[in-house]
């Protein structure tokens, strides 16, 4: 599964565990191919066992690597509504499975 919390931010999933990345611009450098400069590619920054230490993860990844405070607070402003989609969607995910057992 892949949770997409921002243009910058995603969670992806696997049988063992939540992997947080981020997207990153392919810089110049010594060992860069020219045709690969600019590209986009998602680059692993954590590796966790529960979802919401991978959520936490990406929090304190964006305040981390951003100085510009209005910057940091609408990344953040984002992610929360993001992850408040998310609880939403699990928690009527929850209620239906209940009713559905219940009828059982």
């Known amino acids: ?12 999933t696997n049988n063992m565990e939540f992997v947080v990345q981020k997207m990153n611009i392919i810089a110049k450098g010594e060992n860069t191919k020219e045709e ?3 590209k ?5 920054i954590g590796y966790f066992p529960k ?5 936490q993860c990406v929090s304190k990844h964006i305040l981390l690597v951003n100085d510009d405070l209005n910057i940091i607070v609408n990344k953040l402003n ?7 989609k998310i609880r ?7 209620v239906k499975e ?3 057992s219940e009828e059982i």
Do not use: C, F, P
Not at 40 to 44: A, F, P, V
Not at 78 to 84: A, G, N, R, S, V
Not at 88 to 94: D, G, I, P, S
């Open 51 to 55: 979802i919401n230490q991978a959520i």
């Open 36 to 38: 690969n400069v600019g």
């Open 40 to 44: 986009e590619n998602w680059i692993s």
């Open 98 to 100: 209940l009713k559905e």
């Open 78 to 84: 984002i992610i929360d509504l993001k992850i408040e």
């Open 88 to 94: 939403a969607l699990l928690e009527n995910t929850r």
């Open 1 to 12: 599964m892949i949770i997409k919390l921002s243009n910058e931010y995603k969670i992806v």
